[in-house]
């Protein structure tokens, strides 16, 4: 066999032993005694209300962290299922890009937001929130959606460095106030075991070097990738992929992250990728990631 033929062959069996994992990896139920916090760029929330009601009659996580609304108030579907499953929700959004939130079955308390962070570029856009959630386990999480940066060079891929910049000033202050967990589509794959083949990006966004740098200062404030922490950080274990053929191909990205402070990120029992829902019909692009950590009841 050529060395091109055995890279072929080994291509195809990564990706056989990858579609044959997505059976084991979304929850099939909710958490118990564990406090679940969930990740979902759901790419708006008035086309995914009926998704929304799947997942969280499914896996009924303490806290959603969603991204892309595409709202500027929560749309009245997706509000009315939130209700009824025991959520408030914490958003800001402002029309038809963007916007983030939080949906939690406890009490939040704290919250910031885009245009109140007094950094130009987290308050350009609706694309931070972040609040204290009380309770047993009392932590700060923050939804973000980082911008995509468009192309190389483009004003845009700027502003999604000078928005990590930010985002690292602010979760630099986060953490020295007390737990914290940031979760959210960052919008970069931090290595090349993130992408499907890296060939494929080669000049493209999301993989540059200044994107990586730019994330692993974020990182280095003190945060612990939770999921590449639980599994490894070479597991492909991919959470977005274009529609059409290249979610059966597993052509995909890891660009959502569940990022905690060290202490807290210790207390992780075990971390989720929803295909159950991304393998539904209509759905996002993105699968929800979810993350259980062991609370006191449970230690």
Known sequence: ??????????????????????????????????????????????????GLDRLLARTAPDVLLVQETKSGVVHADAQAVLERHGYGIEHVGSGAYNGVAIASRHTMSGVERSAEFGLEP??????????????????????????????????????????????????????????????????????????????????????????????????????TDVDAARWGPHERRFTWWNHGISYARNLGMRIDLIAADPRTAALVDTTWIDHLERGAERPSDHAALMADFRTAAAR
């Open 1 to 50: 066999m050529s060395e091109s033929a055995a890279k072929n062959a080994a291509r195809l069996r990564r990706r056989e032993t990858a579609l044959a994992l997505r059976n084991t990896m979304s929850a099939e139920g909710p958490a118990l005694d564990r406090f679940r916090v969930a990740t979902w760029n759901v790419n708006s929330l008035k086309a995914r209300a009926s």
């Open 122 to 223: 987290l308050d350009r856009e609706p694309r931070l929130i972040s609040c204290i959630v009380e309770g047993e386990f009392r932590v700060r999480v923050a939804s973000v959606y980082v911008p995509h940066g468009r192309e190389v060079g483009h004003w845009h891929y700027d502003y999604k460095l000078d928005f990590l910049a930010a985002l690292t000033t602010i979760v630099t202050r986060w953490l020295a106030q007390g737990p914290t967990i940031v979760c959210g589509d960052v919008n970069v794959a931090p290595t090349d075991s993130d992408v499907f083949h890296p060939d494929a990006f080669v000049g493209s966004t999301h993989v540059t070097p200044p994107e990586r740098d730019a994330l692993d200062r974020l990182m280095a404030t003190g945060l």
